[in-house]
């Protein structure tokens, strides 16, 4: 059996930024202690469940970075112990307002290998309006720490269609992004979570074709330094594609565990409740969540997660996975679709950048 992938949820954030609806929440030195114990009890019950080994680690949140360098040595080498997690690519999720080089240190001597921090935007005045708690100097900072620890590839976020967001400002933060060392970018568009403190503000944001111009300035602005789309939201320079992020996209089974983590193991999709003293007090097993519109395993689940890649679904990934060609019917309706949009051709059926903007009215169009 192939490696899976393993997913940690730390769900704790010092705040909450006003955009967010992730689960997490501000915690206590205890409550990080015992949350740590709990991952590591559930890392154990599933090792006798599944007899598998893991080849990708990833810490998210939430604020992975503040367990410090204890708790995730801890964590990461429990995880190896269980899993192998040979040549395995382990990354952190990390919040650059924090001073990290012990923690950053401390990972890296566990196996950690990659960072994912979130920059947001490459000038002071954004990062204040979207409440962030960093400054650009903070991240440069933060980023100094990777490489101080010995860690080659970090990975940056950035926010787009932000309020009074030109494409100039766009291009400037993906040139901080080239400009910190990154190896690997992720650009998303600002939603307005309902819940979220910005739910009840009043913006002047950008109209969806303004945003559409954003997204495709951050294309260009990513190729033009070196870091190729690969999918909807994901950028990298050769070779440093995240592994873990793969298997999502893929279909490929990974396990996660901690309050809100999902897995998708033994071909069911599980999560855990959002409660995280439940998952410390052990009471609150993964529950099964399915969509009957794609079912887990499905070839329409299979097709919708590969047509977010810019490689789209191609007829020998389809015909190893299911031993058939791609639907006639599903090749039909995408040759239909404008060729701005998406191309189907001998190797499949994949999106352009324009067709990723537009990509669930694409996907119900042609699945
Ligand atoms: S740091 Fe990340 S997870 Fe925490 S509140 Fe902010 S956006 Fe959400």
């Not at 992975?64 to 899993?83: I, K």
């Not at 977010?308 to 389809?318: N, P, S, V």
């Amino acid at each position: 059996m192939k490696p899976i992938g393993l997913y940690l949820h730390i769900p704790f954030c010092v705040s909450k930024c006003p955009y967010c609806d992730f689960y997490s929440f501000a915690a206590d030195e205890q409550t990080m202690d015992t949350y740590t114990e709990a991952l590591i009890r559930e890392l154990q019950n599933w090792r006798e469940r599944l007899c598998v080994t893991a080849d990708t680690l990833y810490l998210g949140g939430g604020t992975p970075s503040l367990l410090g360098g204890r708790r995730l040595y801890r964590l990461v080498t429990a995880a190896r112990e269980l899993f192998g997690l040979d040549n395995a690519e382990i990354t952190l999720e990390a919040n650059p307002a924090e001073r990290l080089e012990e923690t950053f240190a401390a990972f890296a001597a566990a196996g950690g290998n990659r960072v994912s921090m979130g920059l947001q935007a490459g000038d002071d005045r954004a990062l204040a309006a979207l409440g962030r708690r960093h400054t650009v100097s903070q991240a440069e900072a933060a980023c100094e720490a990777v490489r101080k620890a010995g860690i080659r590839r970090l990975s940056l976020d950035l926010m787009l269609a932000l309020e009074g967001q030109s494409d100039r400002d766009v291009r400037h933060s993906v040139s901080v992004i080239d400009g910190l060392g990154a190896t690997h970018g992720s650009a998303y568009l600002l939603k307005i979570e309902e819940g979220t403190p910005f739910a009840s503000r009043s913006f002047h944001l950008p109209d969806d074709d303004e945003a559409a111009e954003r997204y495709l300035t951050a294309v260009d602005a990513f190729a033009e330094r070196g870091f190729a789309q690969y999918e909807i939201s994901n950028f990298a320079r050769e070779g440093e594609q995240s592994r873990h992020n793969l298997k999502y996209w893929n279909a490929d089974p990974t396990l996660g565990i901690g309050a809100a983590a999902h897995s998708y193991v033994g071909g069911k999709r599980l999560a855990y409740p959002r409660d995280a003293a439940a998952f410390i007090r052990g009471n609150t097993p993964a529950e099964e969540t399915d969509s009957t519109e794609a079912p887990a395993g499905s070839e329409t689940e299979y097709a919708m997660l590969r047509l977010r890649l810019c490689e789209g679904l191609t007829e020998r990934g389809f015909a190893d996975r299911f031993g058939r060609a791609i639907p006639a019917k599903w090749r039909q309706r995408a040759a239909g679709l404008p060729a701005a949009y998406v191309t189907a051709d001998e190797d499949g059926i994949r999106l352009t950048p324009q067709g990723f903007l537009v990509s669930n009215a694409i996907l119900s169009r042609i699945l």
